[in-house]
């Protein structure tokens, strides 16, 4: 029930801090070496995302069946949405965090890596020509969160309980929306080019969807071969989703 | 239980109060 401003100002608070790999990088790049660095900072970042998520209003009132549920679905998405924030404003370049920052030439080294390069580089310009805002990214990408396709298409709540964490997710989802809308009225622009802004900040989500199943894949492919050892958090979301 | 057992870490997580920097 929080006013719209507060609601935002509370998801912007959210936002997980600056992270660092903090490794000693070796160029050239090995495929060994460099997955290593992307899942080390996957890991860390993890971590970093569920503690976002406890802070979206709303989010720990959702059971807890269903916050394992949502993050579960969510989490290369999320990810990817915040690897595009960071690169936003470096054309040609993919941001993983201050002291790693790649460019597609360097995805050479890892075999199928450069294609999910280009697709994240593509969205990423896309971004740029839409002039992405800050408050619109923070919703974007809560809407993300509570946007599995598993759990509003596939499933029906079965007990009272998982009717109500259904109720209060999708309730949540309304809250997000209406930032969303809310946040694009304030940018001065024509109630039309706010409707057209609208429909293209959300349809790049089914974009960043595709691009996650496509990294989940890759990732998948990579522990197979035993290119790179997968452990912790992120074997735990990996496991998830194969 | 199986859900705990599935996503310990996850689970863990997401019960914990403890600040995610220091498990980090």
Same mark, same amino acid.
């Given at each position: 029930h929080l006013h719209l401003e507060e609601f935002i100002s509370r998801i912007m608070e959210a936002e997980p801090p600056e992270i660092y790999l903090m490794e000693d990088m070796k160029k050239p790049f090995t495929e060994a070496s460099m997955m290593m660095s992307l899942t080390n900072l996957a890991d860390k970042e993890l971590v970093l995302m569920i503690s976002w998520a406890k802070k979206i &209003?709303? *989010? $720990?009132? $959702?059971?807890l069946a269903d916050q394992i549920h949502l993050l579960k679905c969510c989490w290369l998405e999320i990810l990817m949405l915040g690897l595009m924030w960071r690169s936003v404003?470096? &054309?040609?370049? $993919?941001? *993983?965090s201050p002291d790693f920052k790649l460019n597609? #030439? #360097?995805?050479?080294?890892? #075999?199928?890596i450069m294609e999910i390069f280009d697709m994240l580089l593509a969205a990423t310009s896309r971004f740029r020509e839409l002039k992405l805002r800050r408050e619109e990214y923070v919703c974007l990408k809560a809407m993300i969160l509570l946007n599995s396709s598993e759990y509003l298409c596939t499933s029906s709540p079965q007990t009272a309980e998982e009717l109500e964490s259904r109720n209060k997710m999708l309730r949540l989802l309304d809250s997000v929306i209406d930032a969303l809308v809310w946040a694009i009225s304030? $940018?001065?622009?024509t109630t039309q080019q706010q409707t057209l802004r609208l429909g293209h900040l959300t349809m790049l989500l089914s974009h960043i969807r595709h691009m996650s199943n496509k990294g989940m894949d890759h990732l998948s492919t990579m522990k197979r071969k035993n290119v790179v050892l997968v452990y912790d958090l992120l074997l735990e979301m990996l496991d998830a989703n194969t | 239980t199986s859900l705990k057992e599935k996503h310990k870490i996850l689970h863990q997580l997401l019960q914990n109060s403890t600040s995610p920097v220091d498990l980090a």
């Open positions: &209003p709303g *989010f $720990l009132e $959702l059971s404003d470096h &054309p040609g370049k $993919l941001i *993983f597609r #030439e #360097e995805g050479q080294c890892v #075999e199928g304030k $940018l001065g622009l | -």
